[in-house]
């Protein structure tokens, strides 16, 4: 079993930057990749990055492809998002995922935080 916490998330001007972490607990936790999904209101849940169980391997959505980066892995129990150059349309809440494999499927992760929001003013 897997329990996820993420914070970080608030209000920011765009052009700025803020770091979500995903504080994870559970004695398997290091036998997990750890993904960062969001959702904006009356859209569906979509990819954003992960990182492999090693933390040696990450990917991103095109959508956030060098403004965003993710760390930490490798059996750490925290994983961050940092997250820069924001625009209106990254305004979502995000959530952290566990899960056997790095993928972009939500339904292929296994445990869910309860997400932060993330604003973006213009």
């Known amino acids: 079993q897997v329990q996820l916490v993420e914070s970080g998330g608030g209000l920011v001007q765009a052009g700025g930057s803020l770091r979500l972490s995903c504080a994870a607990s559970g004695r398997t936790f290091s036998r997990y990749a750890m993904g960062w999904f969001r959702q904006a209101p009356g859209k569906e849940r979509e990819f954003v990055a992960a990182?492999?169980?090693?933390?040696?391997?990450?990917s991103y959505a095109d959508s956030v492809k060098g403004r965003f980066t993710i760390s930490g892995g490798n059996a750490k129990n925290t994983v961050y998002l940092q997250m820069n150059s924001l625009k209106p349309e990254d305004t979502a809440v995000y959530y952290c995922?566990?899960?056997?494999?790095?993928?972009?499927?939500?339904?292929?992760?296994?445990?869910w935080g309860q997400g932060t929001q993330v604003t973006v003013s213009s």
């Open positions: 990182i492999s169980r090693s933390g040696g391997s990450t």
């Open positions: 995922a566990a899960g056997p494999v790095t993928t972009t499927t939500p339904t292929s992760y296994d445990y």
